[in-house]
Nanobody, 115 residues
Framework: VQLQASGGGLVQAGGSLRLSCAAS????????MGWYRQAPGKQRELVAV???????NYADSVKGRFTVSRDNAKNTVYLQMNSLKPEDTAVYYC??????????WGKGTQVTVSS
């Protein structure tokens, strides 16, 4: 599985960004895709995930502001980020999970929110 993420950038607080992650390769084996982020000096953390059946899960810190979705025809998952805050600044990584427990990662994309 190969993952290509895009859509990061610099935005002012309160603004919006949309991240995209296109999957290729053995996509039939993917059971969930999602986004993680890592801020300087912090551990990587889950932001949002969506399963192949469409179930979603979000970090408490982004609930109500971020929306994860997927376009199965394009093998792409999106992260719509609204009402961005400076604390959302991080490198965002796309993730794909395949059974039994293998994870694939895309190259990170920088999201910077200025105050």
């Amino acid at each position: 599985v190969q993952l290509q993420a895009s859509g990061g950038g610099l935005v002012q607080a309160g603004g919006s960004l949309r991240l995209s992650c296109a999957a290729s390769g053995s996509i039939f084996s993917i059971v969930a895709m999602g986004w993680y982020r890592q801020a300087p000096g912090k551990q990587r953390e889950l932001v949002a995930v969506i399963t192949s059946r469409g179930y979603t899960n979000y970090a408490d810190s982004v609930k109500g502001r971020f929306t994860v979705s997927r376009d199965n025809a394009k093998n792409t998952v999106y992260l719509q980020m609204n009402s961005l805050k400076p604390e959302d600044t991080a490198v965002y990584y796309c993730n794909a999970a395949t059974p039994p427990s293998r994870d694939y990662w895309g190259k990170g994309t920088q999201v910077t929110v200025s105050s």
